[in-house]
């Protein structure tokens, strides 16, 4: 049977706060202290989905076809669809962990809804639309936590300025997961346990201008100064908690999906790419518009954005796209042109921008899905990008869509801790590595196509 | 790493009807249209069951929006 290890997943964590101020959090520092720990290199792209799934997989997102929250369907302008627990057709570790007869308890690792059949005990996501969905397997799972703790909650509704507001929802919502978390320890057979904090993200990226000096919009001497080490400290307190019912020498892992940093701002992608002659649209859109629900002149259009964290930009192509504009034999032609044209791209004031720009049929080993032609991280992802239309400006001093001020980096932390084998060491690692060092920690043997690492091995 | 592009041969006379179909249409060219029906074929081939109905996309879209991941 396998060796229990569990997993204490912390959306968007950064080192510098959980590493490098661990002096504030006894749990983890205790942690640190007796294992390994370092910066992970996440996935490209750097975002919720698909990094848990690449982490979880072993797999890069090129070969699991994922490359963010929503995809374009196949090459059509306007349909999109969202990636949801069907687009996992790779095996994971828990997959593994019941090959060999060992049980796993899975709480609300992205994506996970629809709930599927699992070598165990699942709890869906926050990408579940309603309570009214079904969202454990198995089914029963649900009335037993209900009956219990109440409705289950998945997130904190992020679509308001009041941050107080905000703050309670967050505590709120970790207090259950937690609570459910340490029942679920407890009364449930398991040798694999994993769940994800989602509140770690949401508490960031409504706080980090509040608490961040380099923060354009910081304020010192502000209310919420403290909000989110006050937050890591509630959720350290209740890591012990959760340690305690684990049992002894159960092996720990702490781990992000990626970092999180101060926002810049958000660049208008197609605001850009219409002023460079890319883009054409048939009407002047409304502040705000979406493009995939503005009147676009495909004819005289030759790429078009979506925006979020990072840009993804879409080539116009003949024989490919329903309109294409581009030759195909010009496309390659194209594609160099447009990343010399990116690169060039200044900051609001001239500044230089340390832009990355990523070709996905060239970035990954193998690349599958409904890939972008370009992945853009503007300013090493600095300064997000704003795919909405309708502004006089290239530059917005906020978030386009919500209340929102930290961006992603792409190294997140992790800390394993093995009671078997002590002994603090800093390694870096890579999300590919997460997996076969969690399999080999628990005496598993690791896949042949998961590419990573065993850390510190 | 791929190439994004690969080519096939077709029939002449399949080419040429193609050709007629997409007279004074939006199509701009045989290629376009192929790769369109071909891919549209794929798509309603592979489809599993909806996971979200229109409603509920609607919301988890709205959701993701004002969390930043999506715009």
Known sequence: MPRKLLVIGLDCAPSEIVIDRRAEFPVLDRLIGGGLHGK???????????????????????????????????????????????????????????????????????????PRRVPGELISCFITPAQENAYTYPPQLRTEIEAKFGPYQFDVVFRTEDRDEILKEIYAMTAKRFDVIGYLLETRPWDFFMFVE???????????????????????????????????????????????????????????????????GAFCINEWLIREGFLTLKDKPQRGASIE???????????????????????????????GLIAPEDYEKEREAMIDRLLAVRGPNGEAWATRIIKPNEHYPEVRGDYPDLMVYFDDLFWRSAGTLGYDTLY?????????????????????????????????????????????????????????????? | MSKEFTTISIPTALYRKIEETIKGTEVSSVA??????????????????????????????????????ID
Do not use: C
């Not at chain 1, 949401?202 to 006050?230: C, M, V």
């Not at chain 1, 394993?416 to 890579?430: A, F, H, Q």
């Not at chain 2, 996971?51 to 879209?61: A, G, L, R």
């Open chain 1, 40 to 114: 992970m290199r996440s996935s490209d792209p750097p975002i919720t989905i698909p990094a848990w799934m690449s982490m979880t997989t072993g797999k890069d997102p090129g070969r699991l076809g994922l490359y963010g929250f929503r995809h374009r369907t196949g090459y059509s302008y306007d349909k999109m669809w969202i990636a949801t627990s069907q687009a996992w057709k790779e095996r994971a570790i828990w997959d593994v962990v019941g090959d060999h007869g060992g049980r796993s308890v899975l709480v609300s690792i992205p994506p996970s809804y629809p």
């Open chain 1, 198 to 264: 989602i509140g770690v993200d949401r508490i960031q990226h409504a706080f980090w201008k509040y608490s961040d000096p380099e923060h354009h919009l910081y304020q010192p001497g502000n209310k919420y100064e403290t909000a989110i080490i006050e937050y890591y400290k509630y959720v350290d307190a209740r890591i012990g908690e959760l340690l305690a019912r684990a049992g002894e020498e159960t092996a720990v892992l702490v781990v992000s999906d990626h970092g999180a940093k101060r926002m810049k």
């Open chain 1, 293 to 323: 629900k503005t009147p676009v002149d495909w004819r005289r259009t030759k790429v078009w954005g979506w925006g979020g964290y990072y840009a993804r930009l879409f080539f116009n192509v003949e024989g490919r796209e329903p309109q």
């Open chain 1, 396 to 457: 917005l001093a906020e978030n386009d869509t919500g209340p929102d001020d930290a961006v992603h980096a792409q190294e997140g932390m992790y800390i394993l801790y093995d009671p078997l084998r002590k002994g603090s060491r800093r390694v870096d690692i890579d999300i590919l590595d997460v997996a076969p060092t969690v399999l080999t920690t628990m005496g598993l043997p690791v896949p042949a196509d998961m590419r990573g690492k065993v850390a510190g091995a």
């Open chain 2, 32 to 69: 376009s249209y192929i790769a369109k029906v071909v891919g549209e074929a794929l798509l309603k081939a592979e489809a599993e069951p909806e996971v979200f109905n229109k409603e509920e996309e609607e919301k988890v879209k709205d959701r993701l929006k004002a969390l930043g991941y």
